[in-house]
């Protein structure tokens, strides 16, 4: 089965720097790897995905690479903010029984923004 | 309507209580999850159903019983809960398991704790 890999497992940054947060996977058969936010106390929060057939997705401050030979994916956070303060984690598909419908996370990692 | 909701928010029962968790989306989606989180720890899958049918269950113990009445609503009852079993338990949906189109949708989740 599908096996993520996450790191690191916290990372702290000043308010304005960039944070980089990197995944790898085992299964070439994956197909869609999303990257949620989870605040305390809430649900992972979907904030951008990418799908195998793209190598990049930005959105606003907020994007995503992927590189399919080497089977790793990254989040790339520019101009921090203290708000992105979070747990981060990043999954990927899992292709079981013809579908791609289980997604296996990554062990999250910590972000911190010091202002 | 593009939420996920889950209640009660939090939830205290002994170990001889029967209970139950309940998840509604009105978004037509056709896939429903049951997912647990224990702290500092990612999601882990324990039920998938597909148009309204179990097609999925991680080696969950009995004392977790699925039920998904209906495409909308998605319930978990508990009975014979053990203190370990305290975590937070999340709901997804995603607009169908096999293609994994438009990822998943979490909600806020219930914290369990049994006493």
């Known amino acids: 089965g599908e096996n993520v890999e996450q790191h690191p497992s916290t990372l702290s940054v000043q308010e304005g720097d960039s944070a980089v947060i990197k995944c790898t996977y085992s299964?070439?058969?994956?197909?869609?790897f999303p990257w949620y936010k989870q605040e305390l106390g809430k649900g992972p929060q979907l904030i951008i995905d990418i799908r195998s057939n793209v190598g990049e997705k930005k959105d606003q401050r907020i994007a995503v690479t992927l590189n399919k030979t080497a089977k790793h994916f990254s989040l790339h956070i520019t101009e921090t903010q203290p708000e992105d303060s979070a747990v981060y984690f990043c999954a990927a598909s899992e292709n079981y029984g013809g579908s791609q419908g289980n997604l296996i996370f990554g062990k999250g990692t910590k972000l911190s923004v010091k202002p | 309507d593009t939420e996920v909701t889950q209640t009660p928010k939090h939830l205290v029962m002994g170990m001889t209580n029967k209970k139950s968790l309940k998840c509604e989306q009105h978004m037509g989606h056709r896939a429903m999850y049951w997912y647990k989180q224990k702290a500092k720890k990612p999601p882990e899958l324990m039920f998938v159903y597909s148009y309204e049918k179990l097609s999925i269950n991680e080696s969950v113990p009995s004392r977790f019983s699925p039920e998904c009445p209906n495409s909308s609503l998605l319930n978990l009852h508990l009975h014979a809960l053990q203190p370990e079993d305290s975590a937070l338990y999340l709901c997804?949906?995603?607009?169908?398991?096999?293609?994994?189109?438009?990822?998943?949708?979490f909600g806020s989740g219930t914290r369990l704790t049994v006493v």
């Open positions: 299964d070439s058969a994956s197909n869609y």
């Open positions: 997804a949906s995603s607009q169908d398991y096999y293609s994994m189109s438009y990822g998943y949708t």
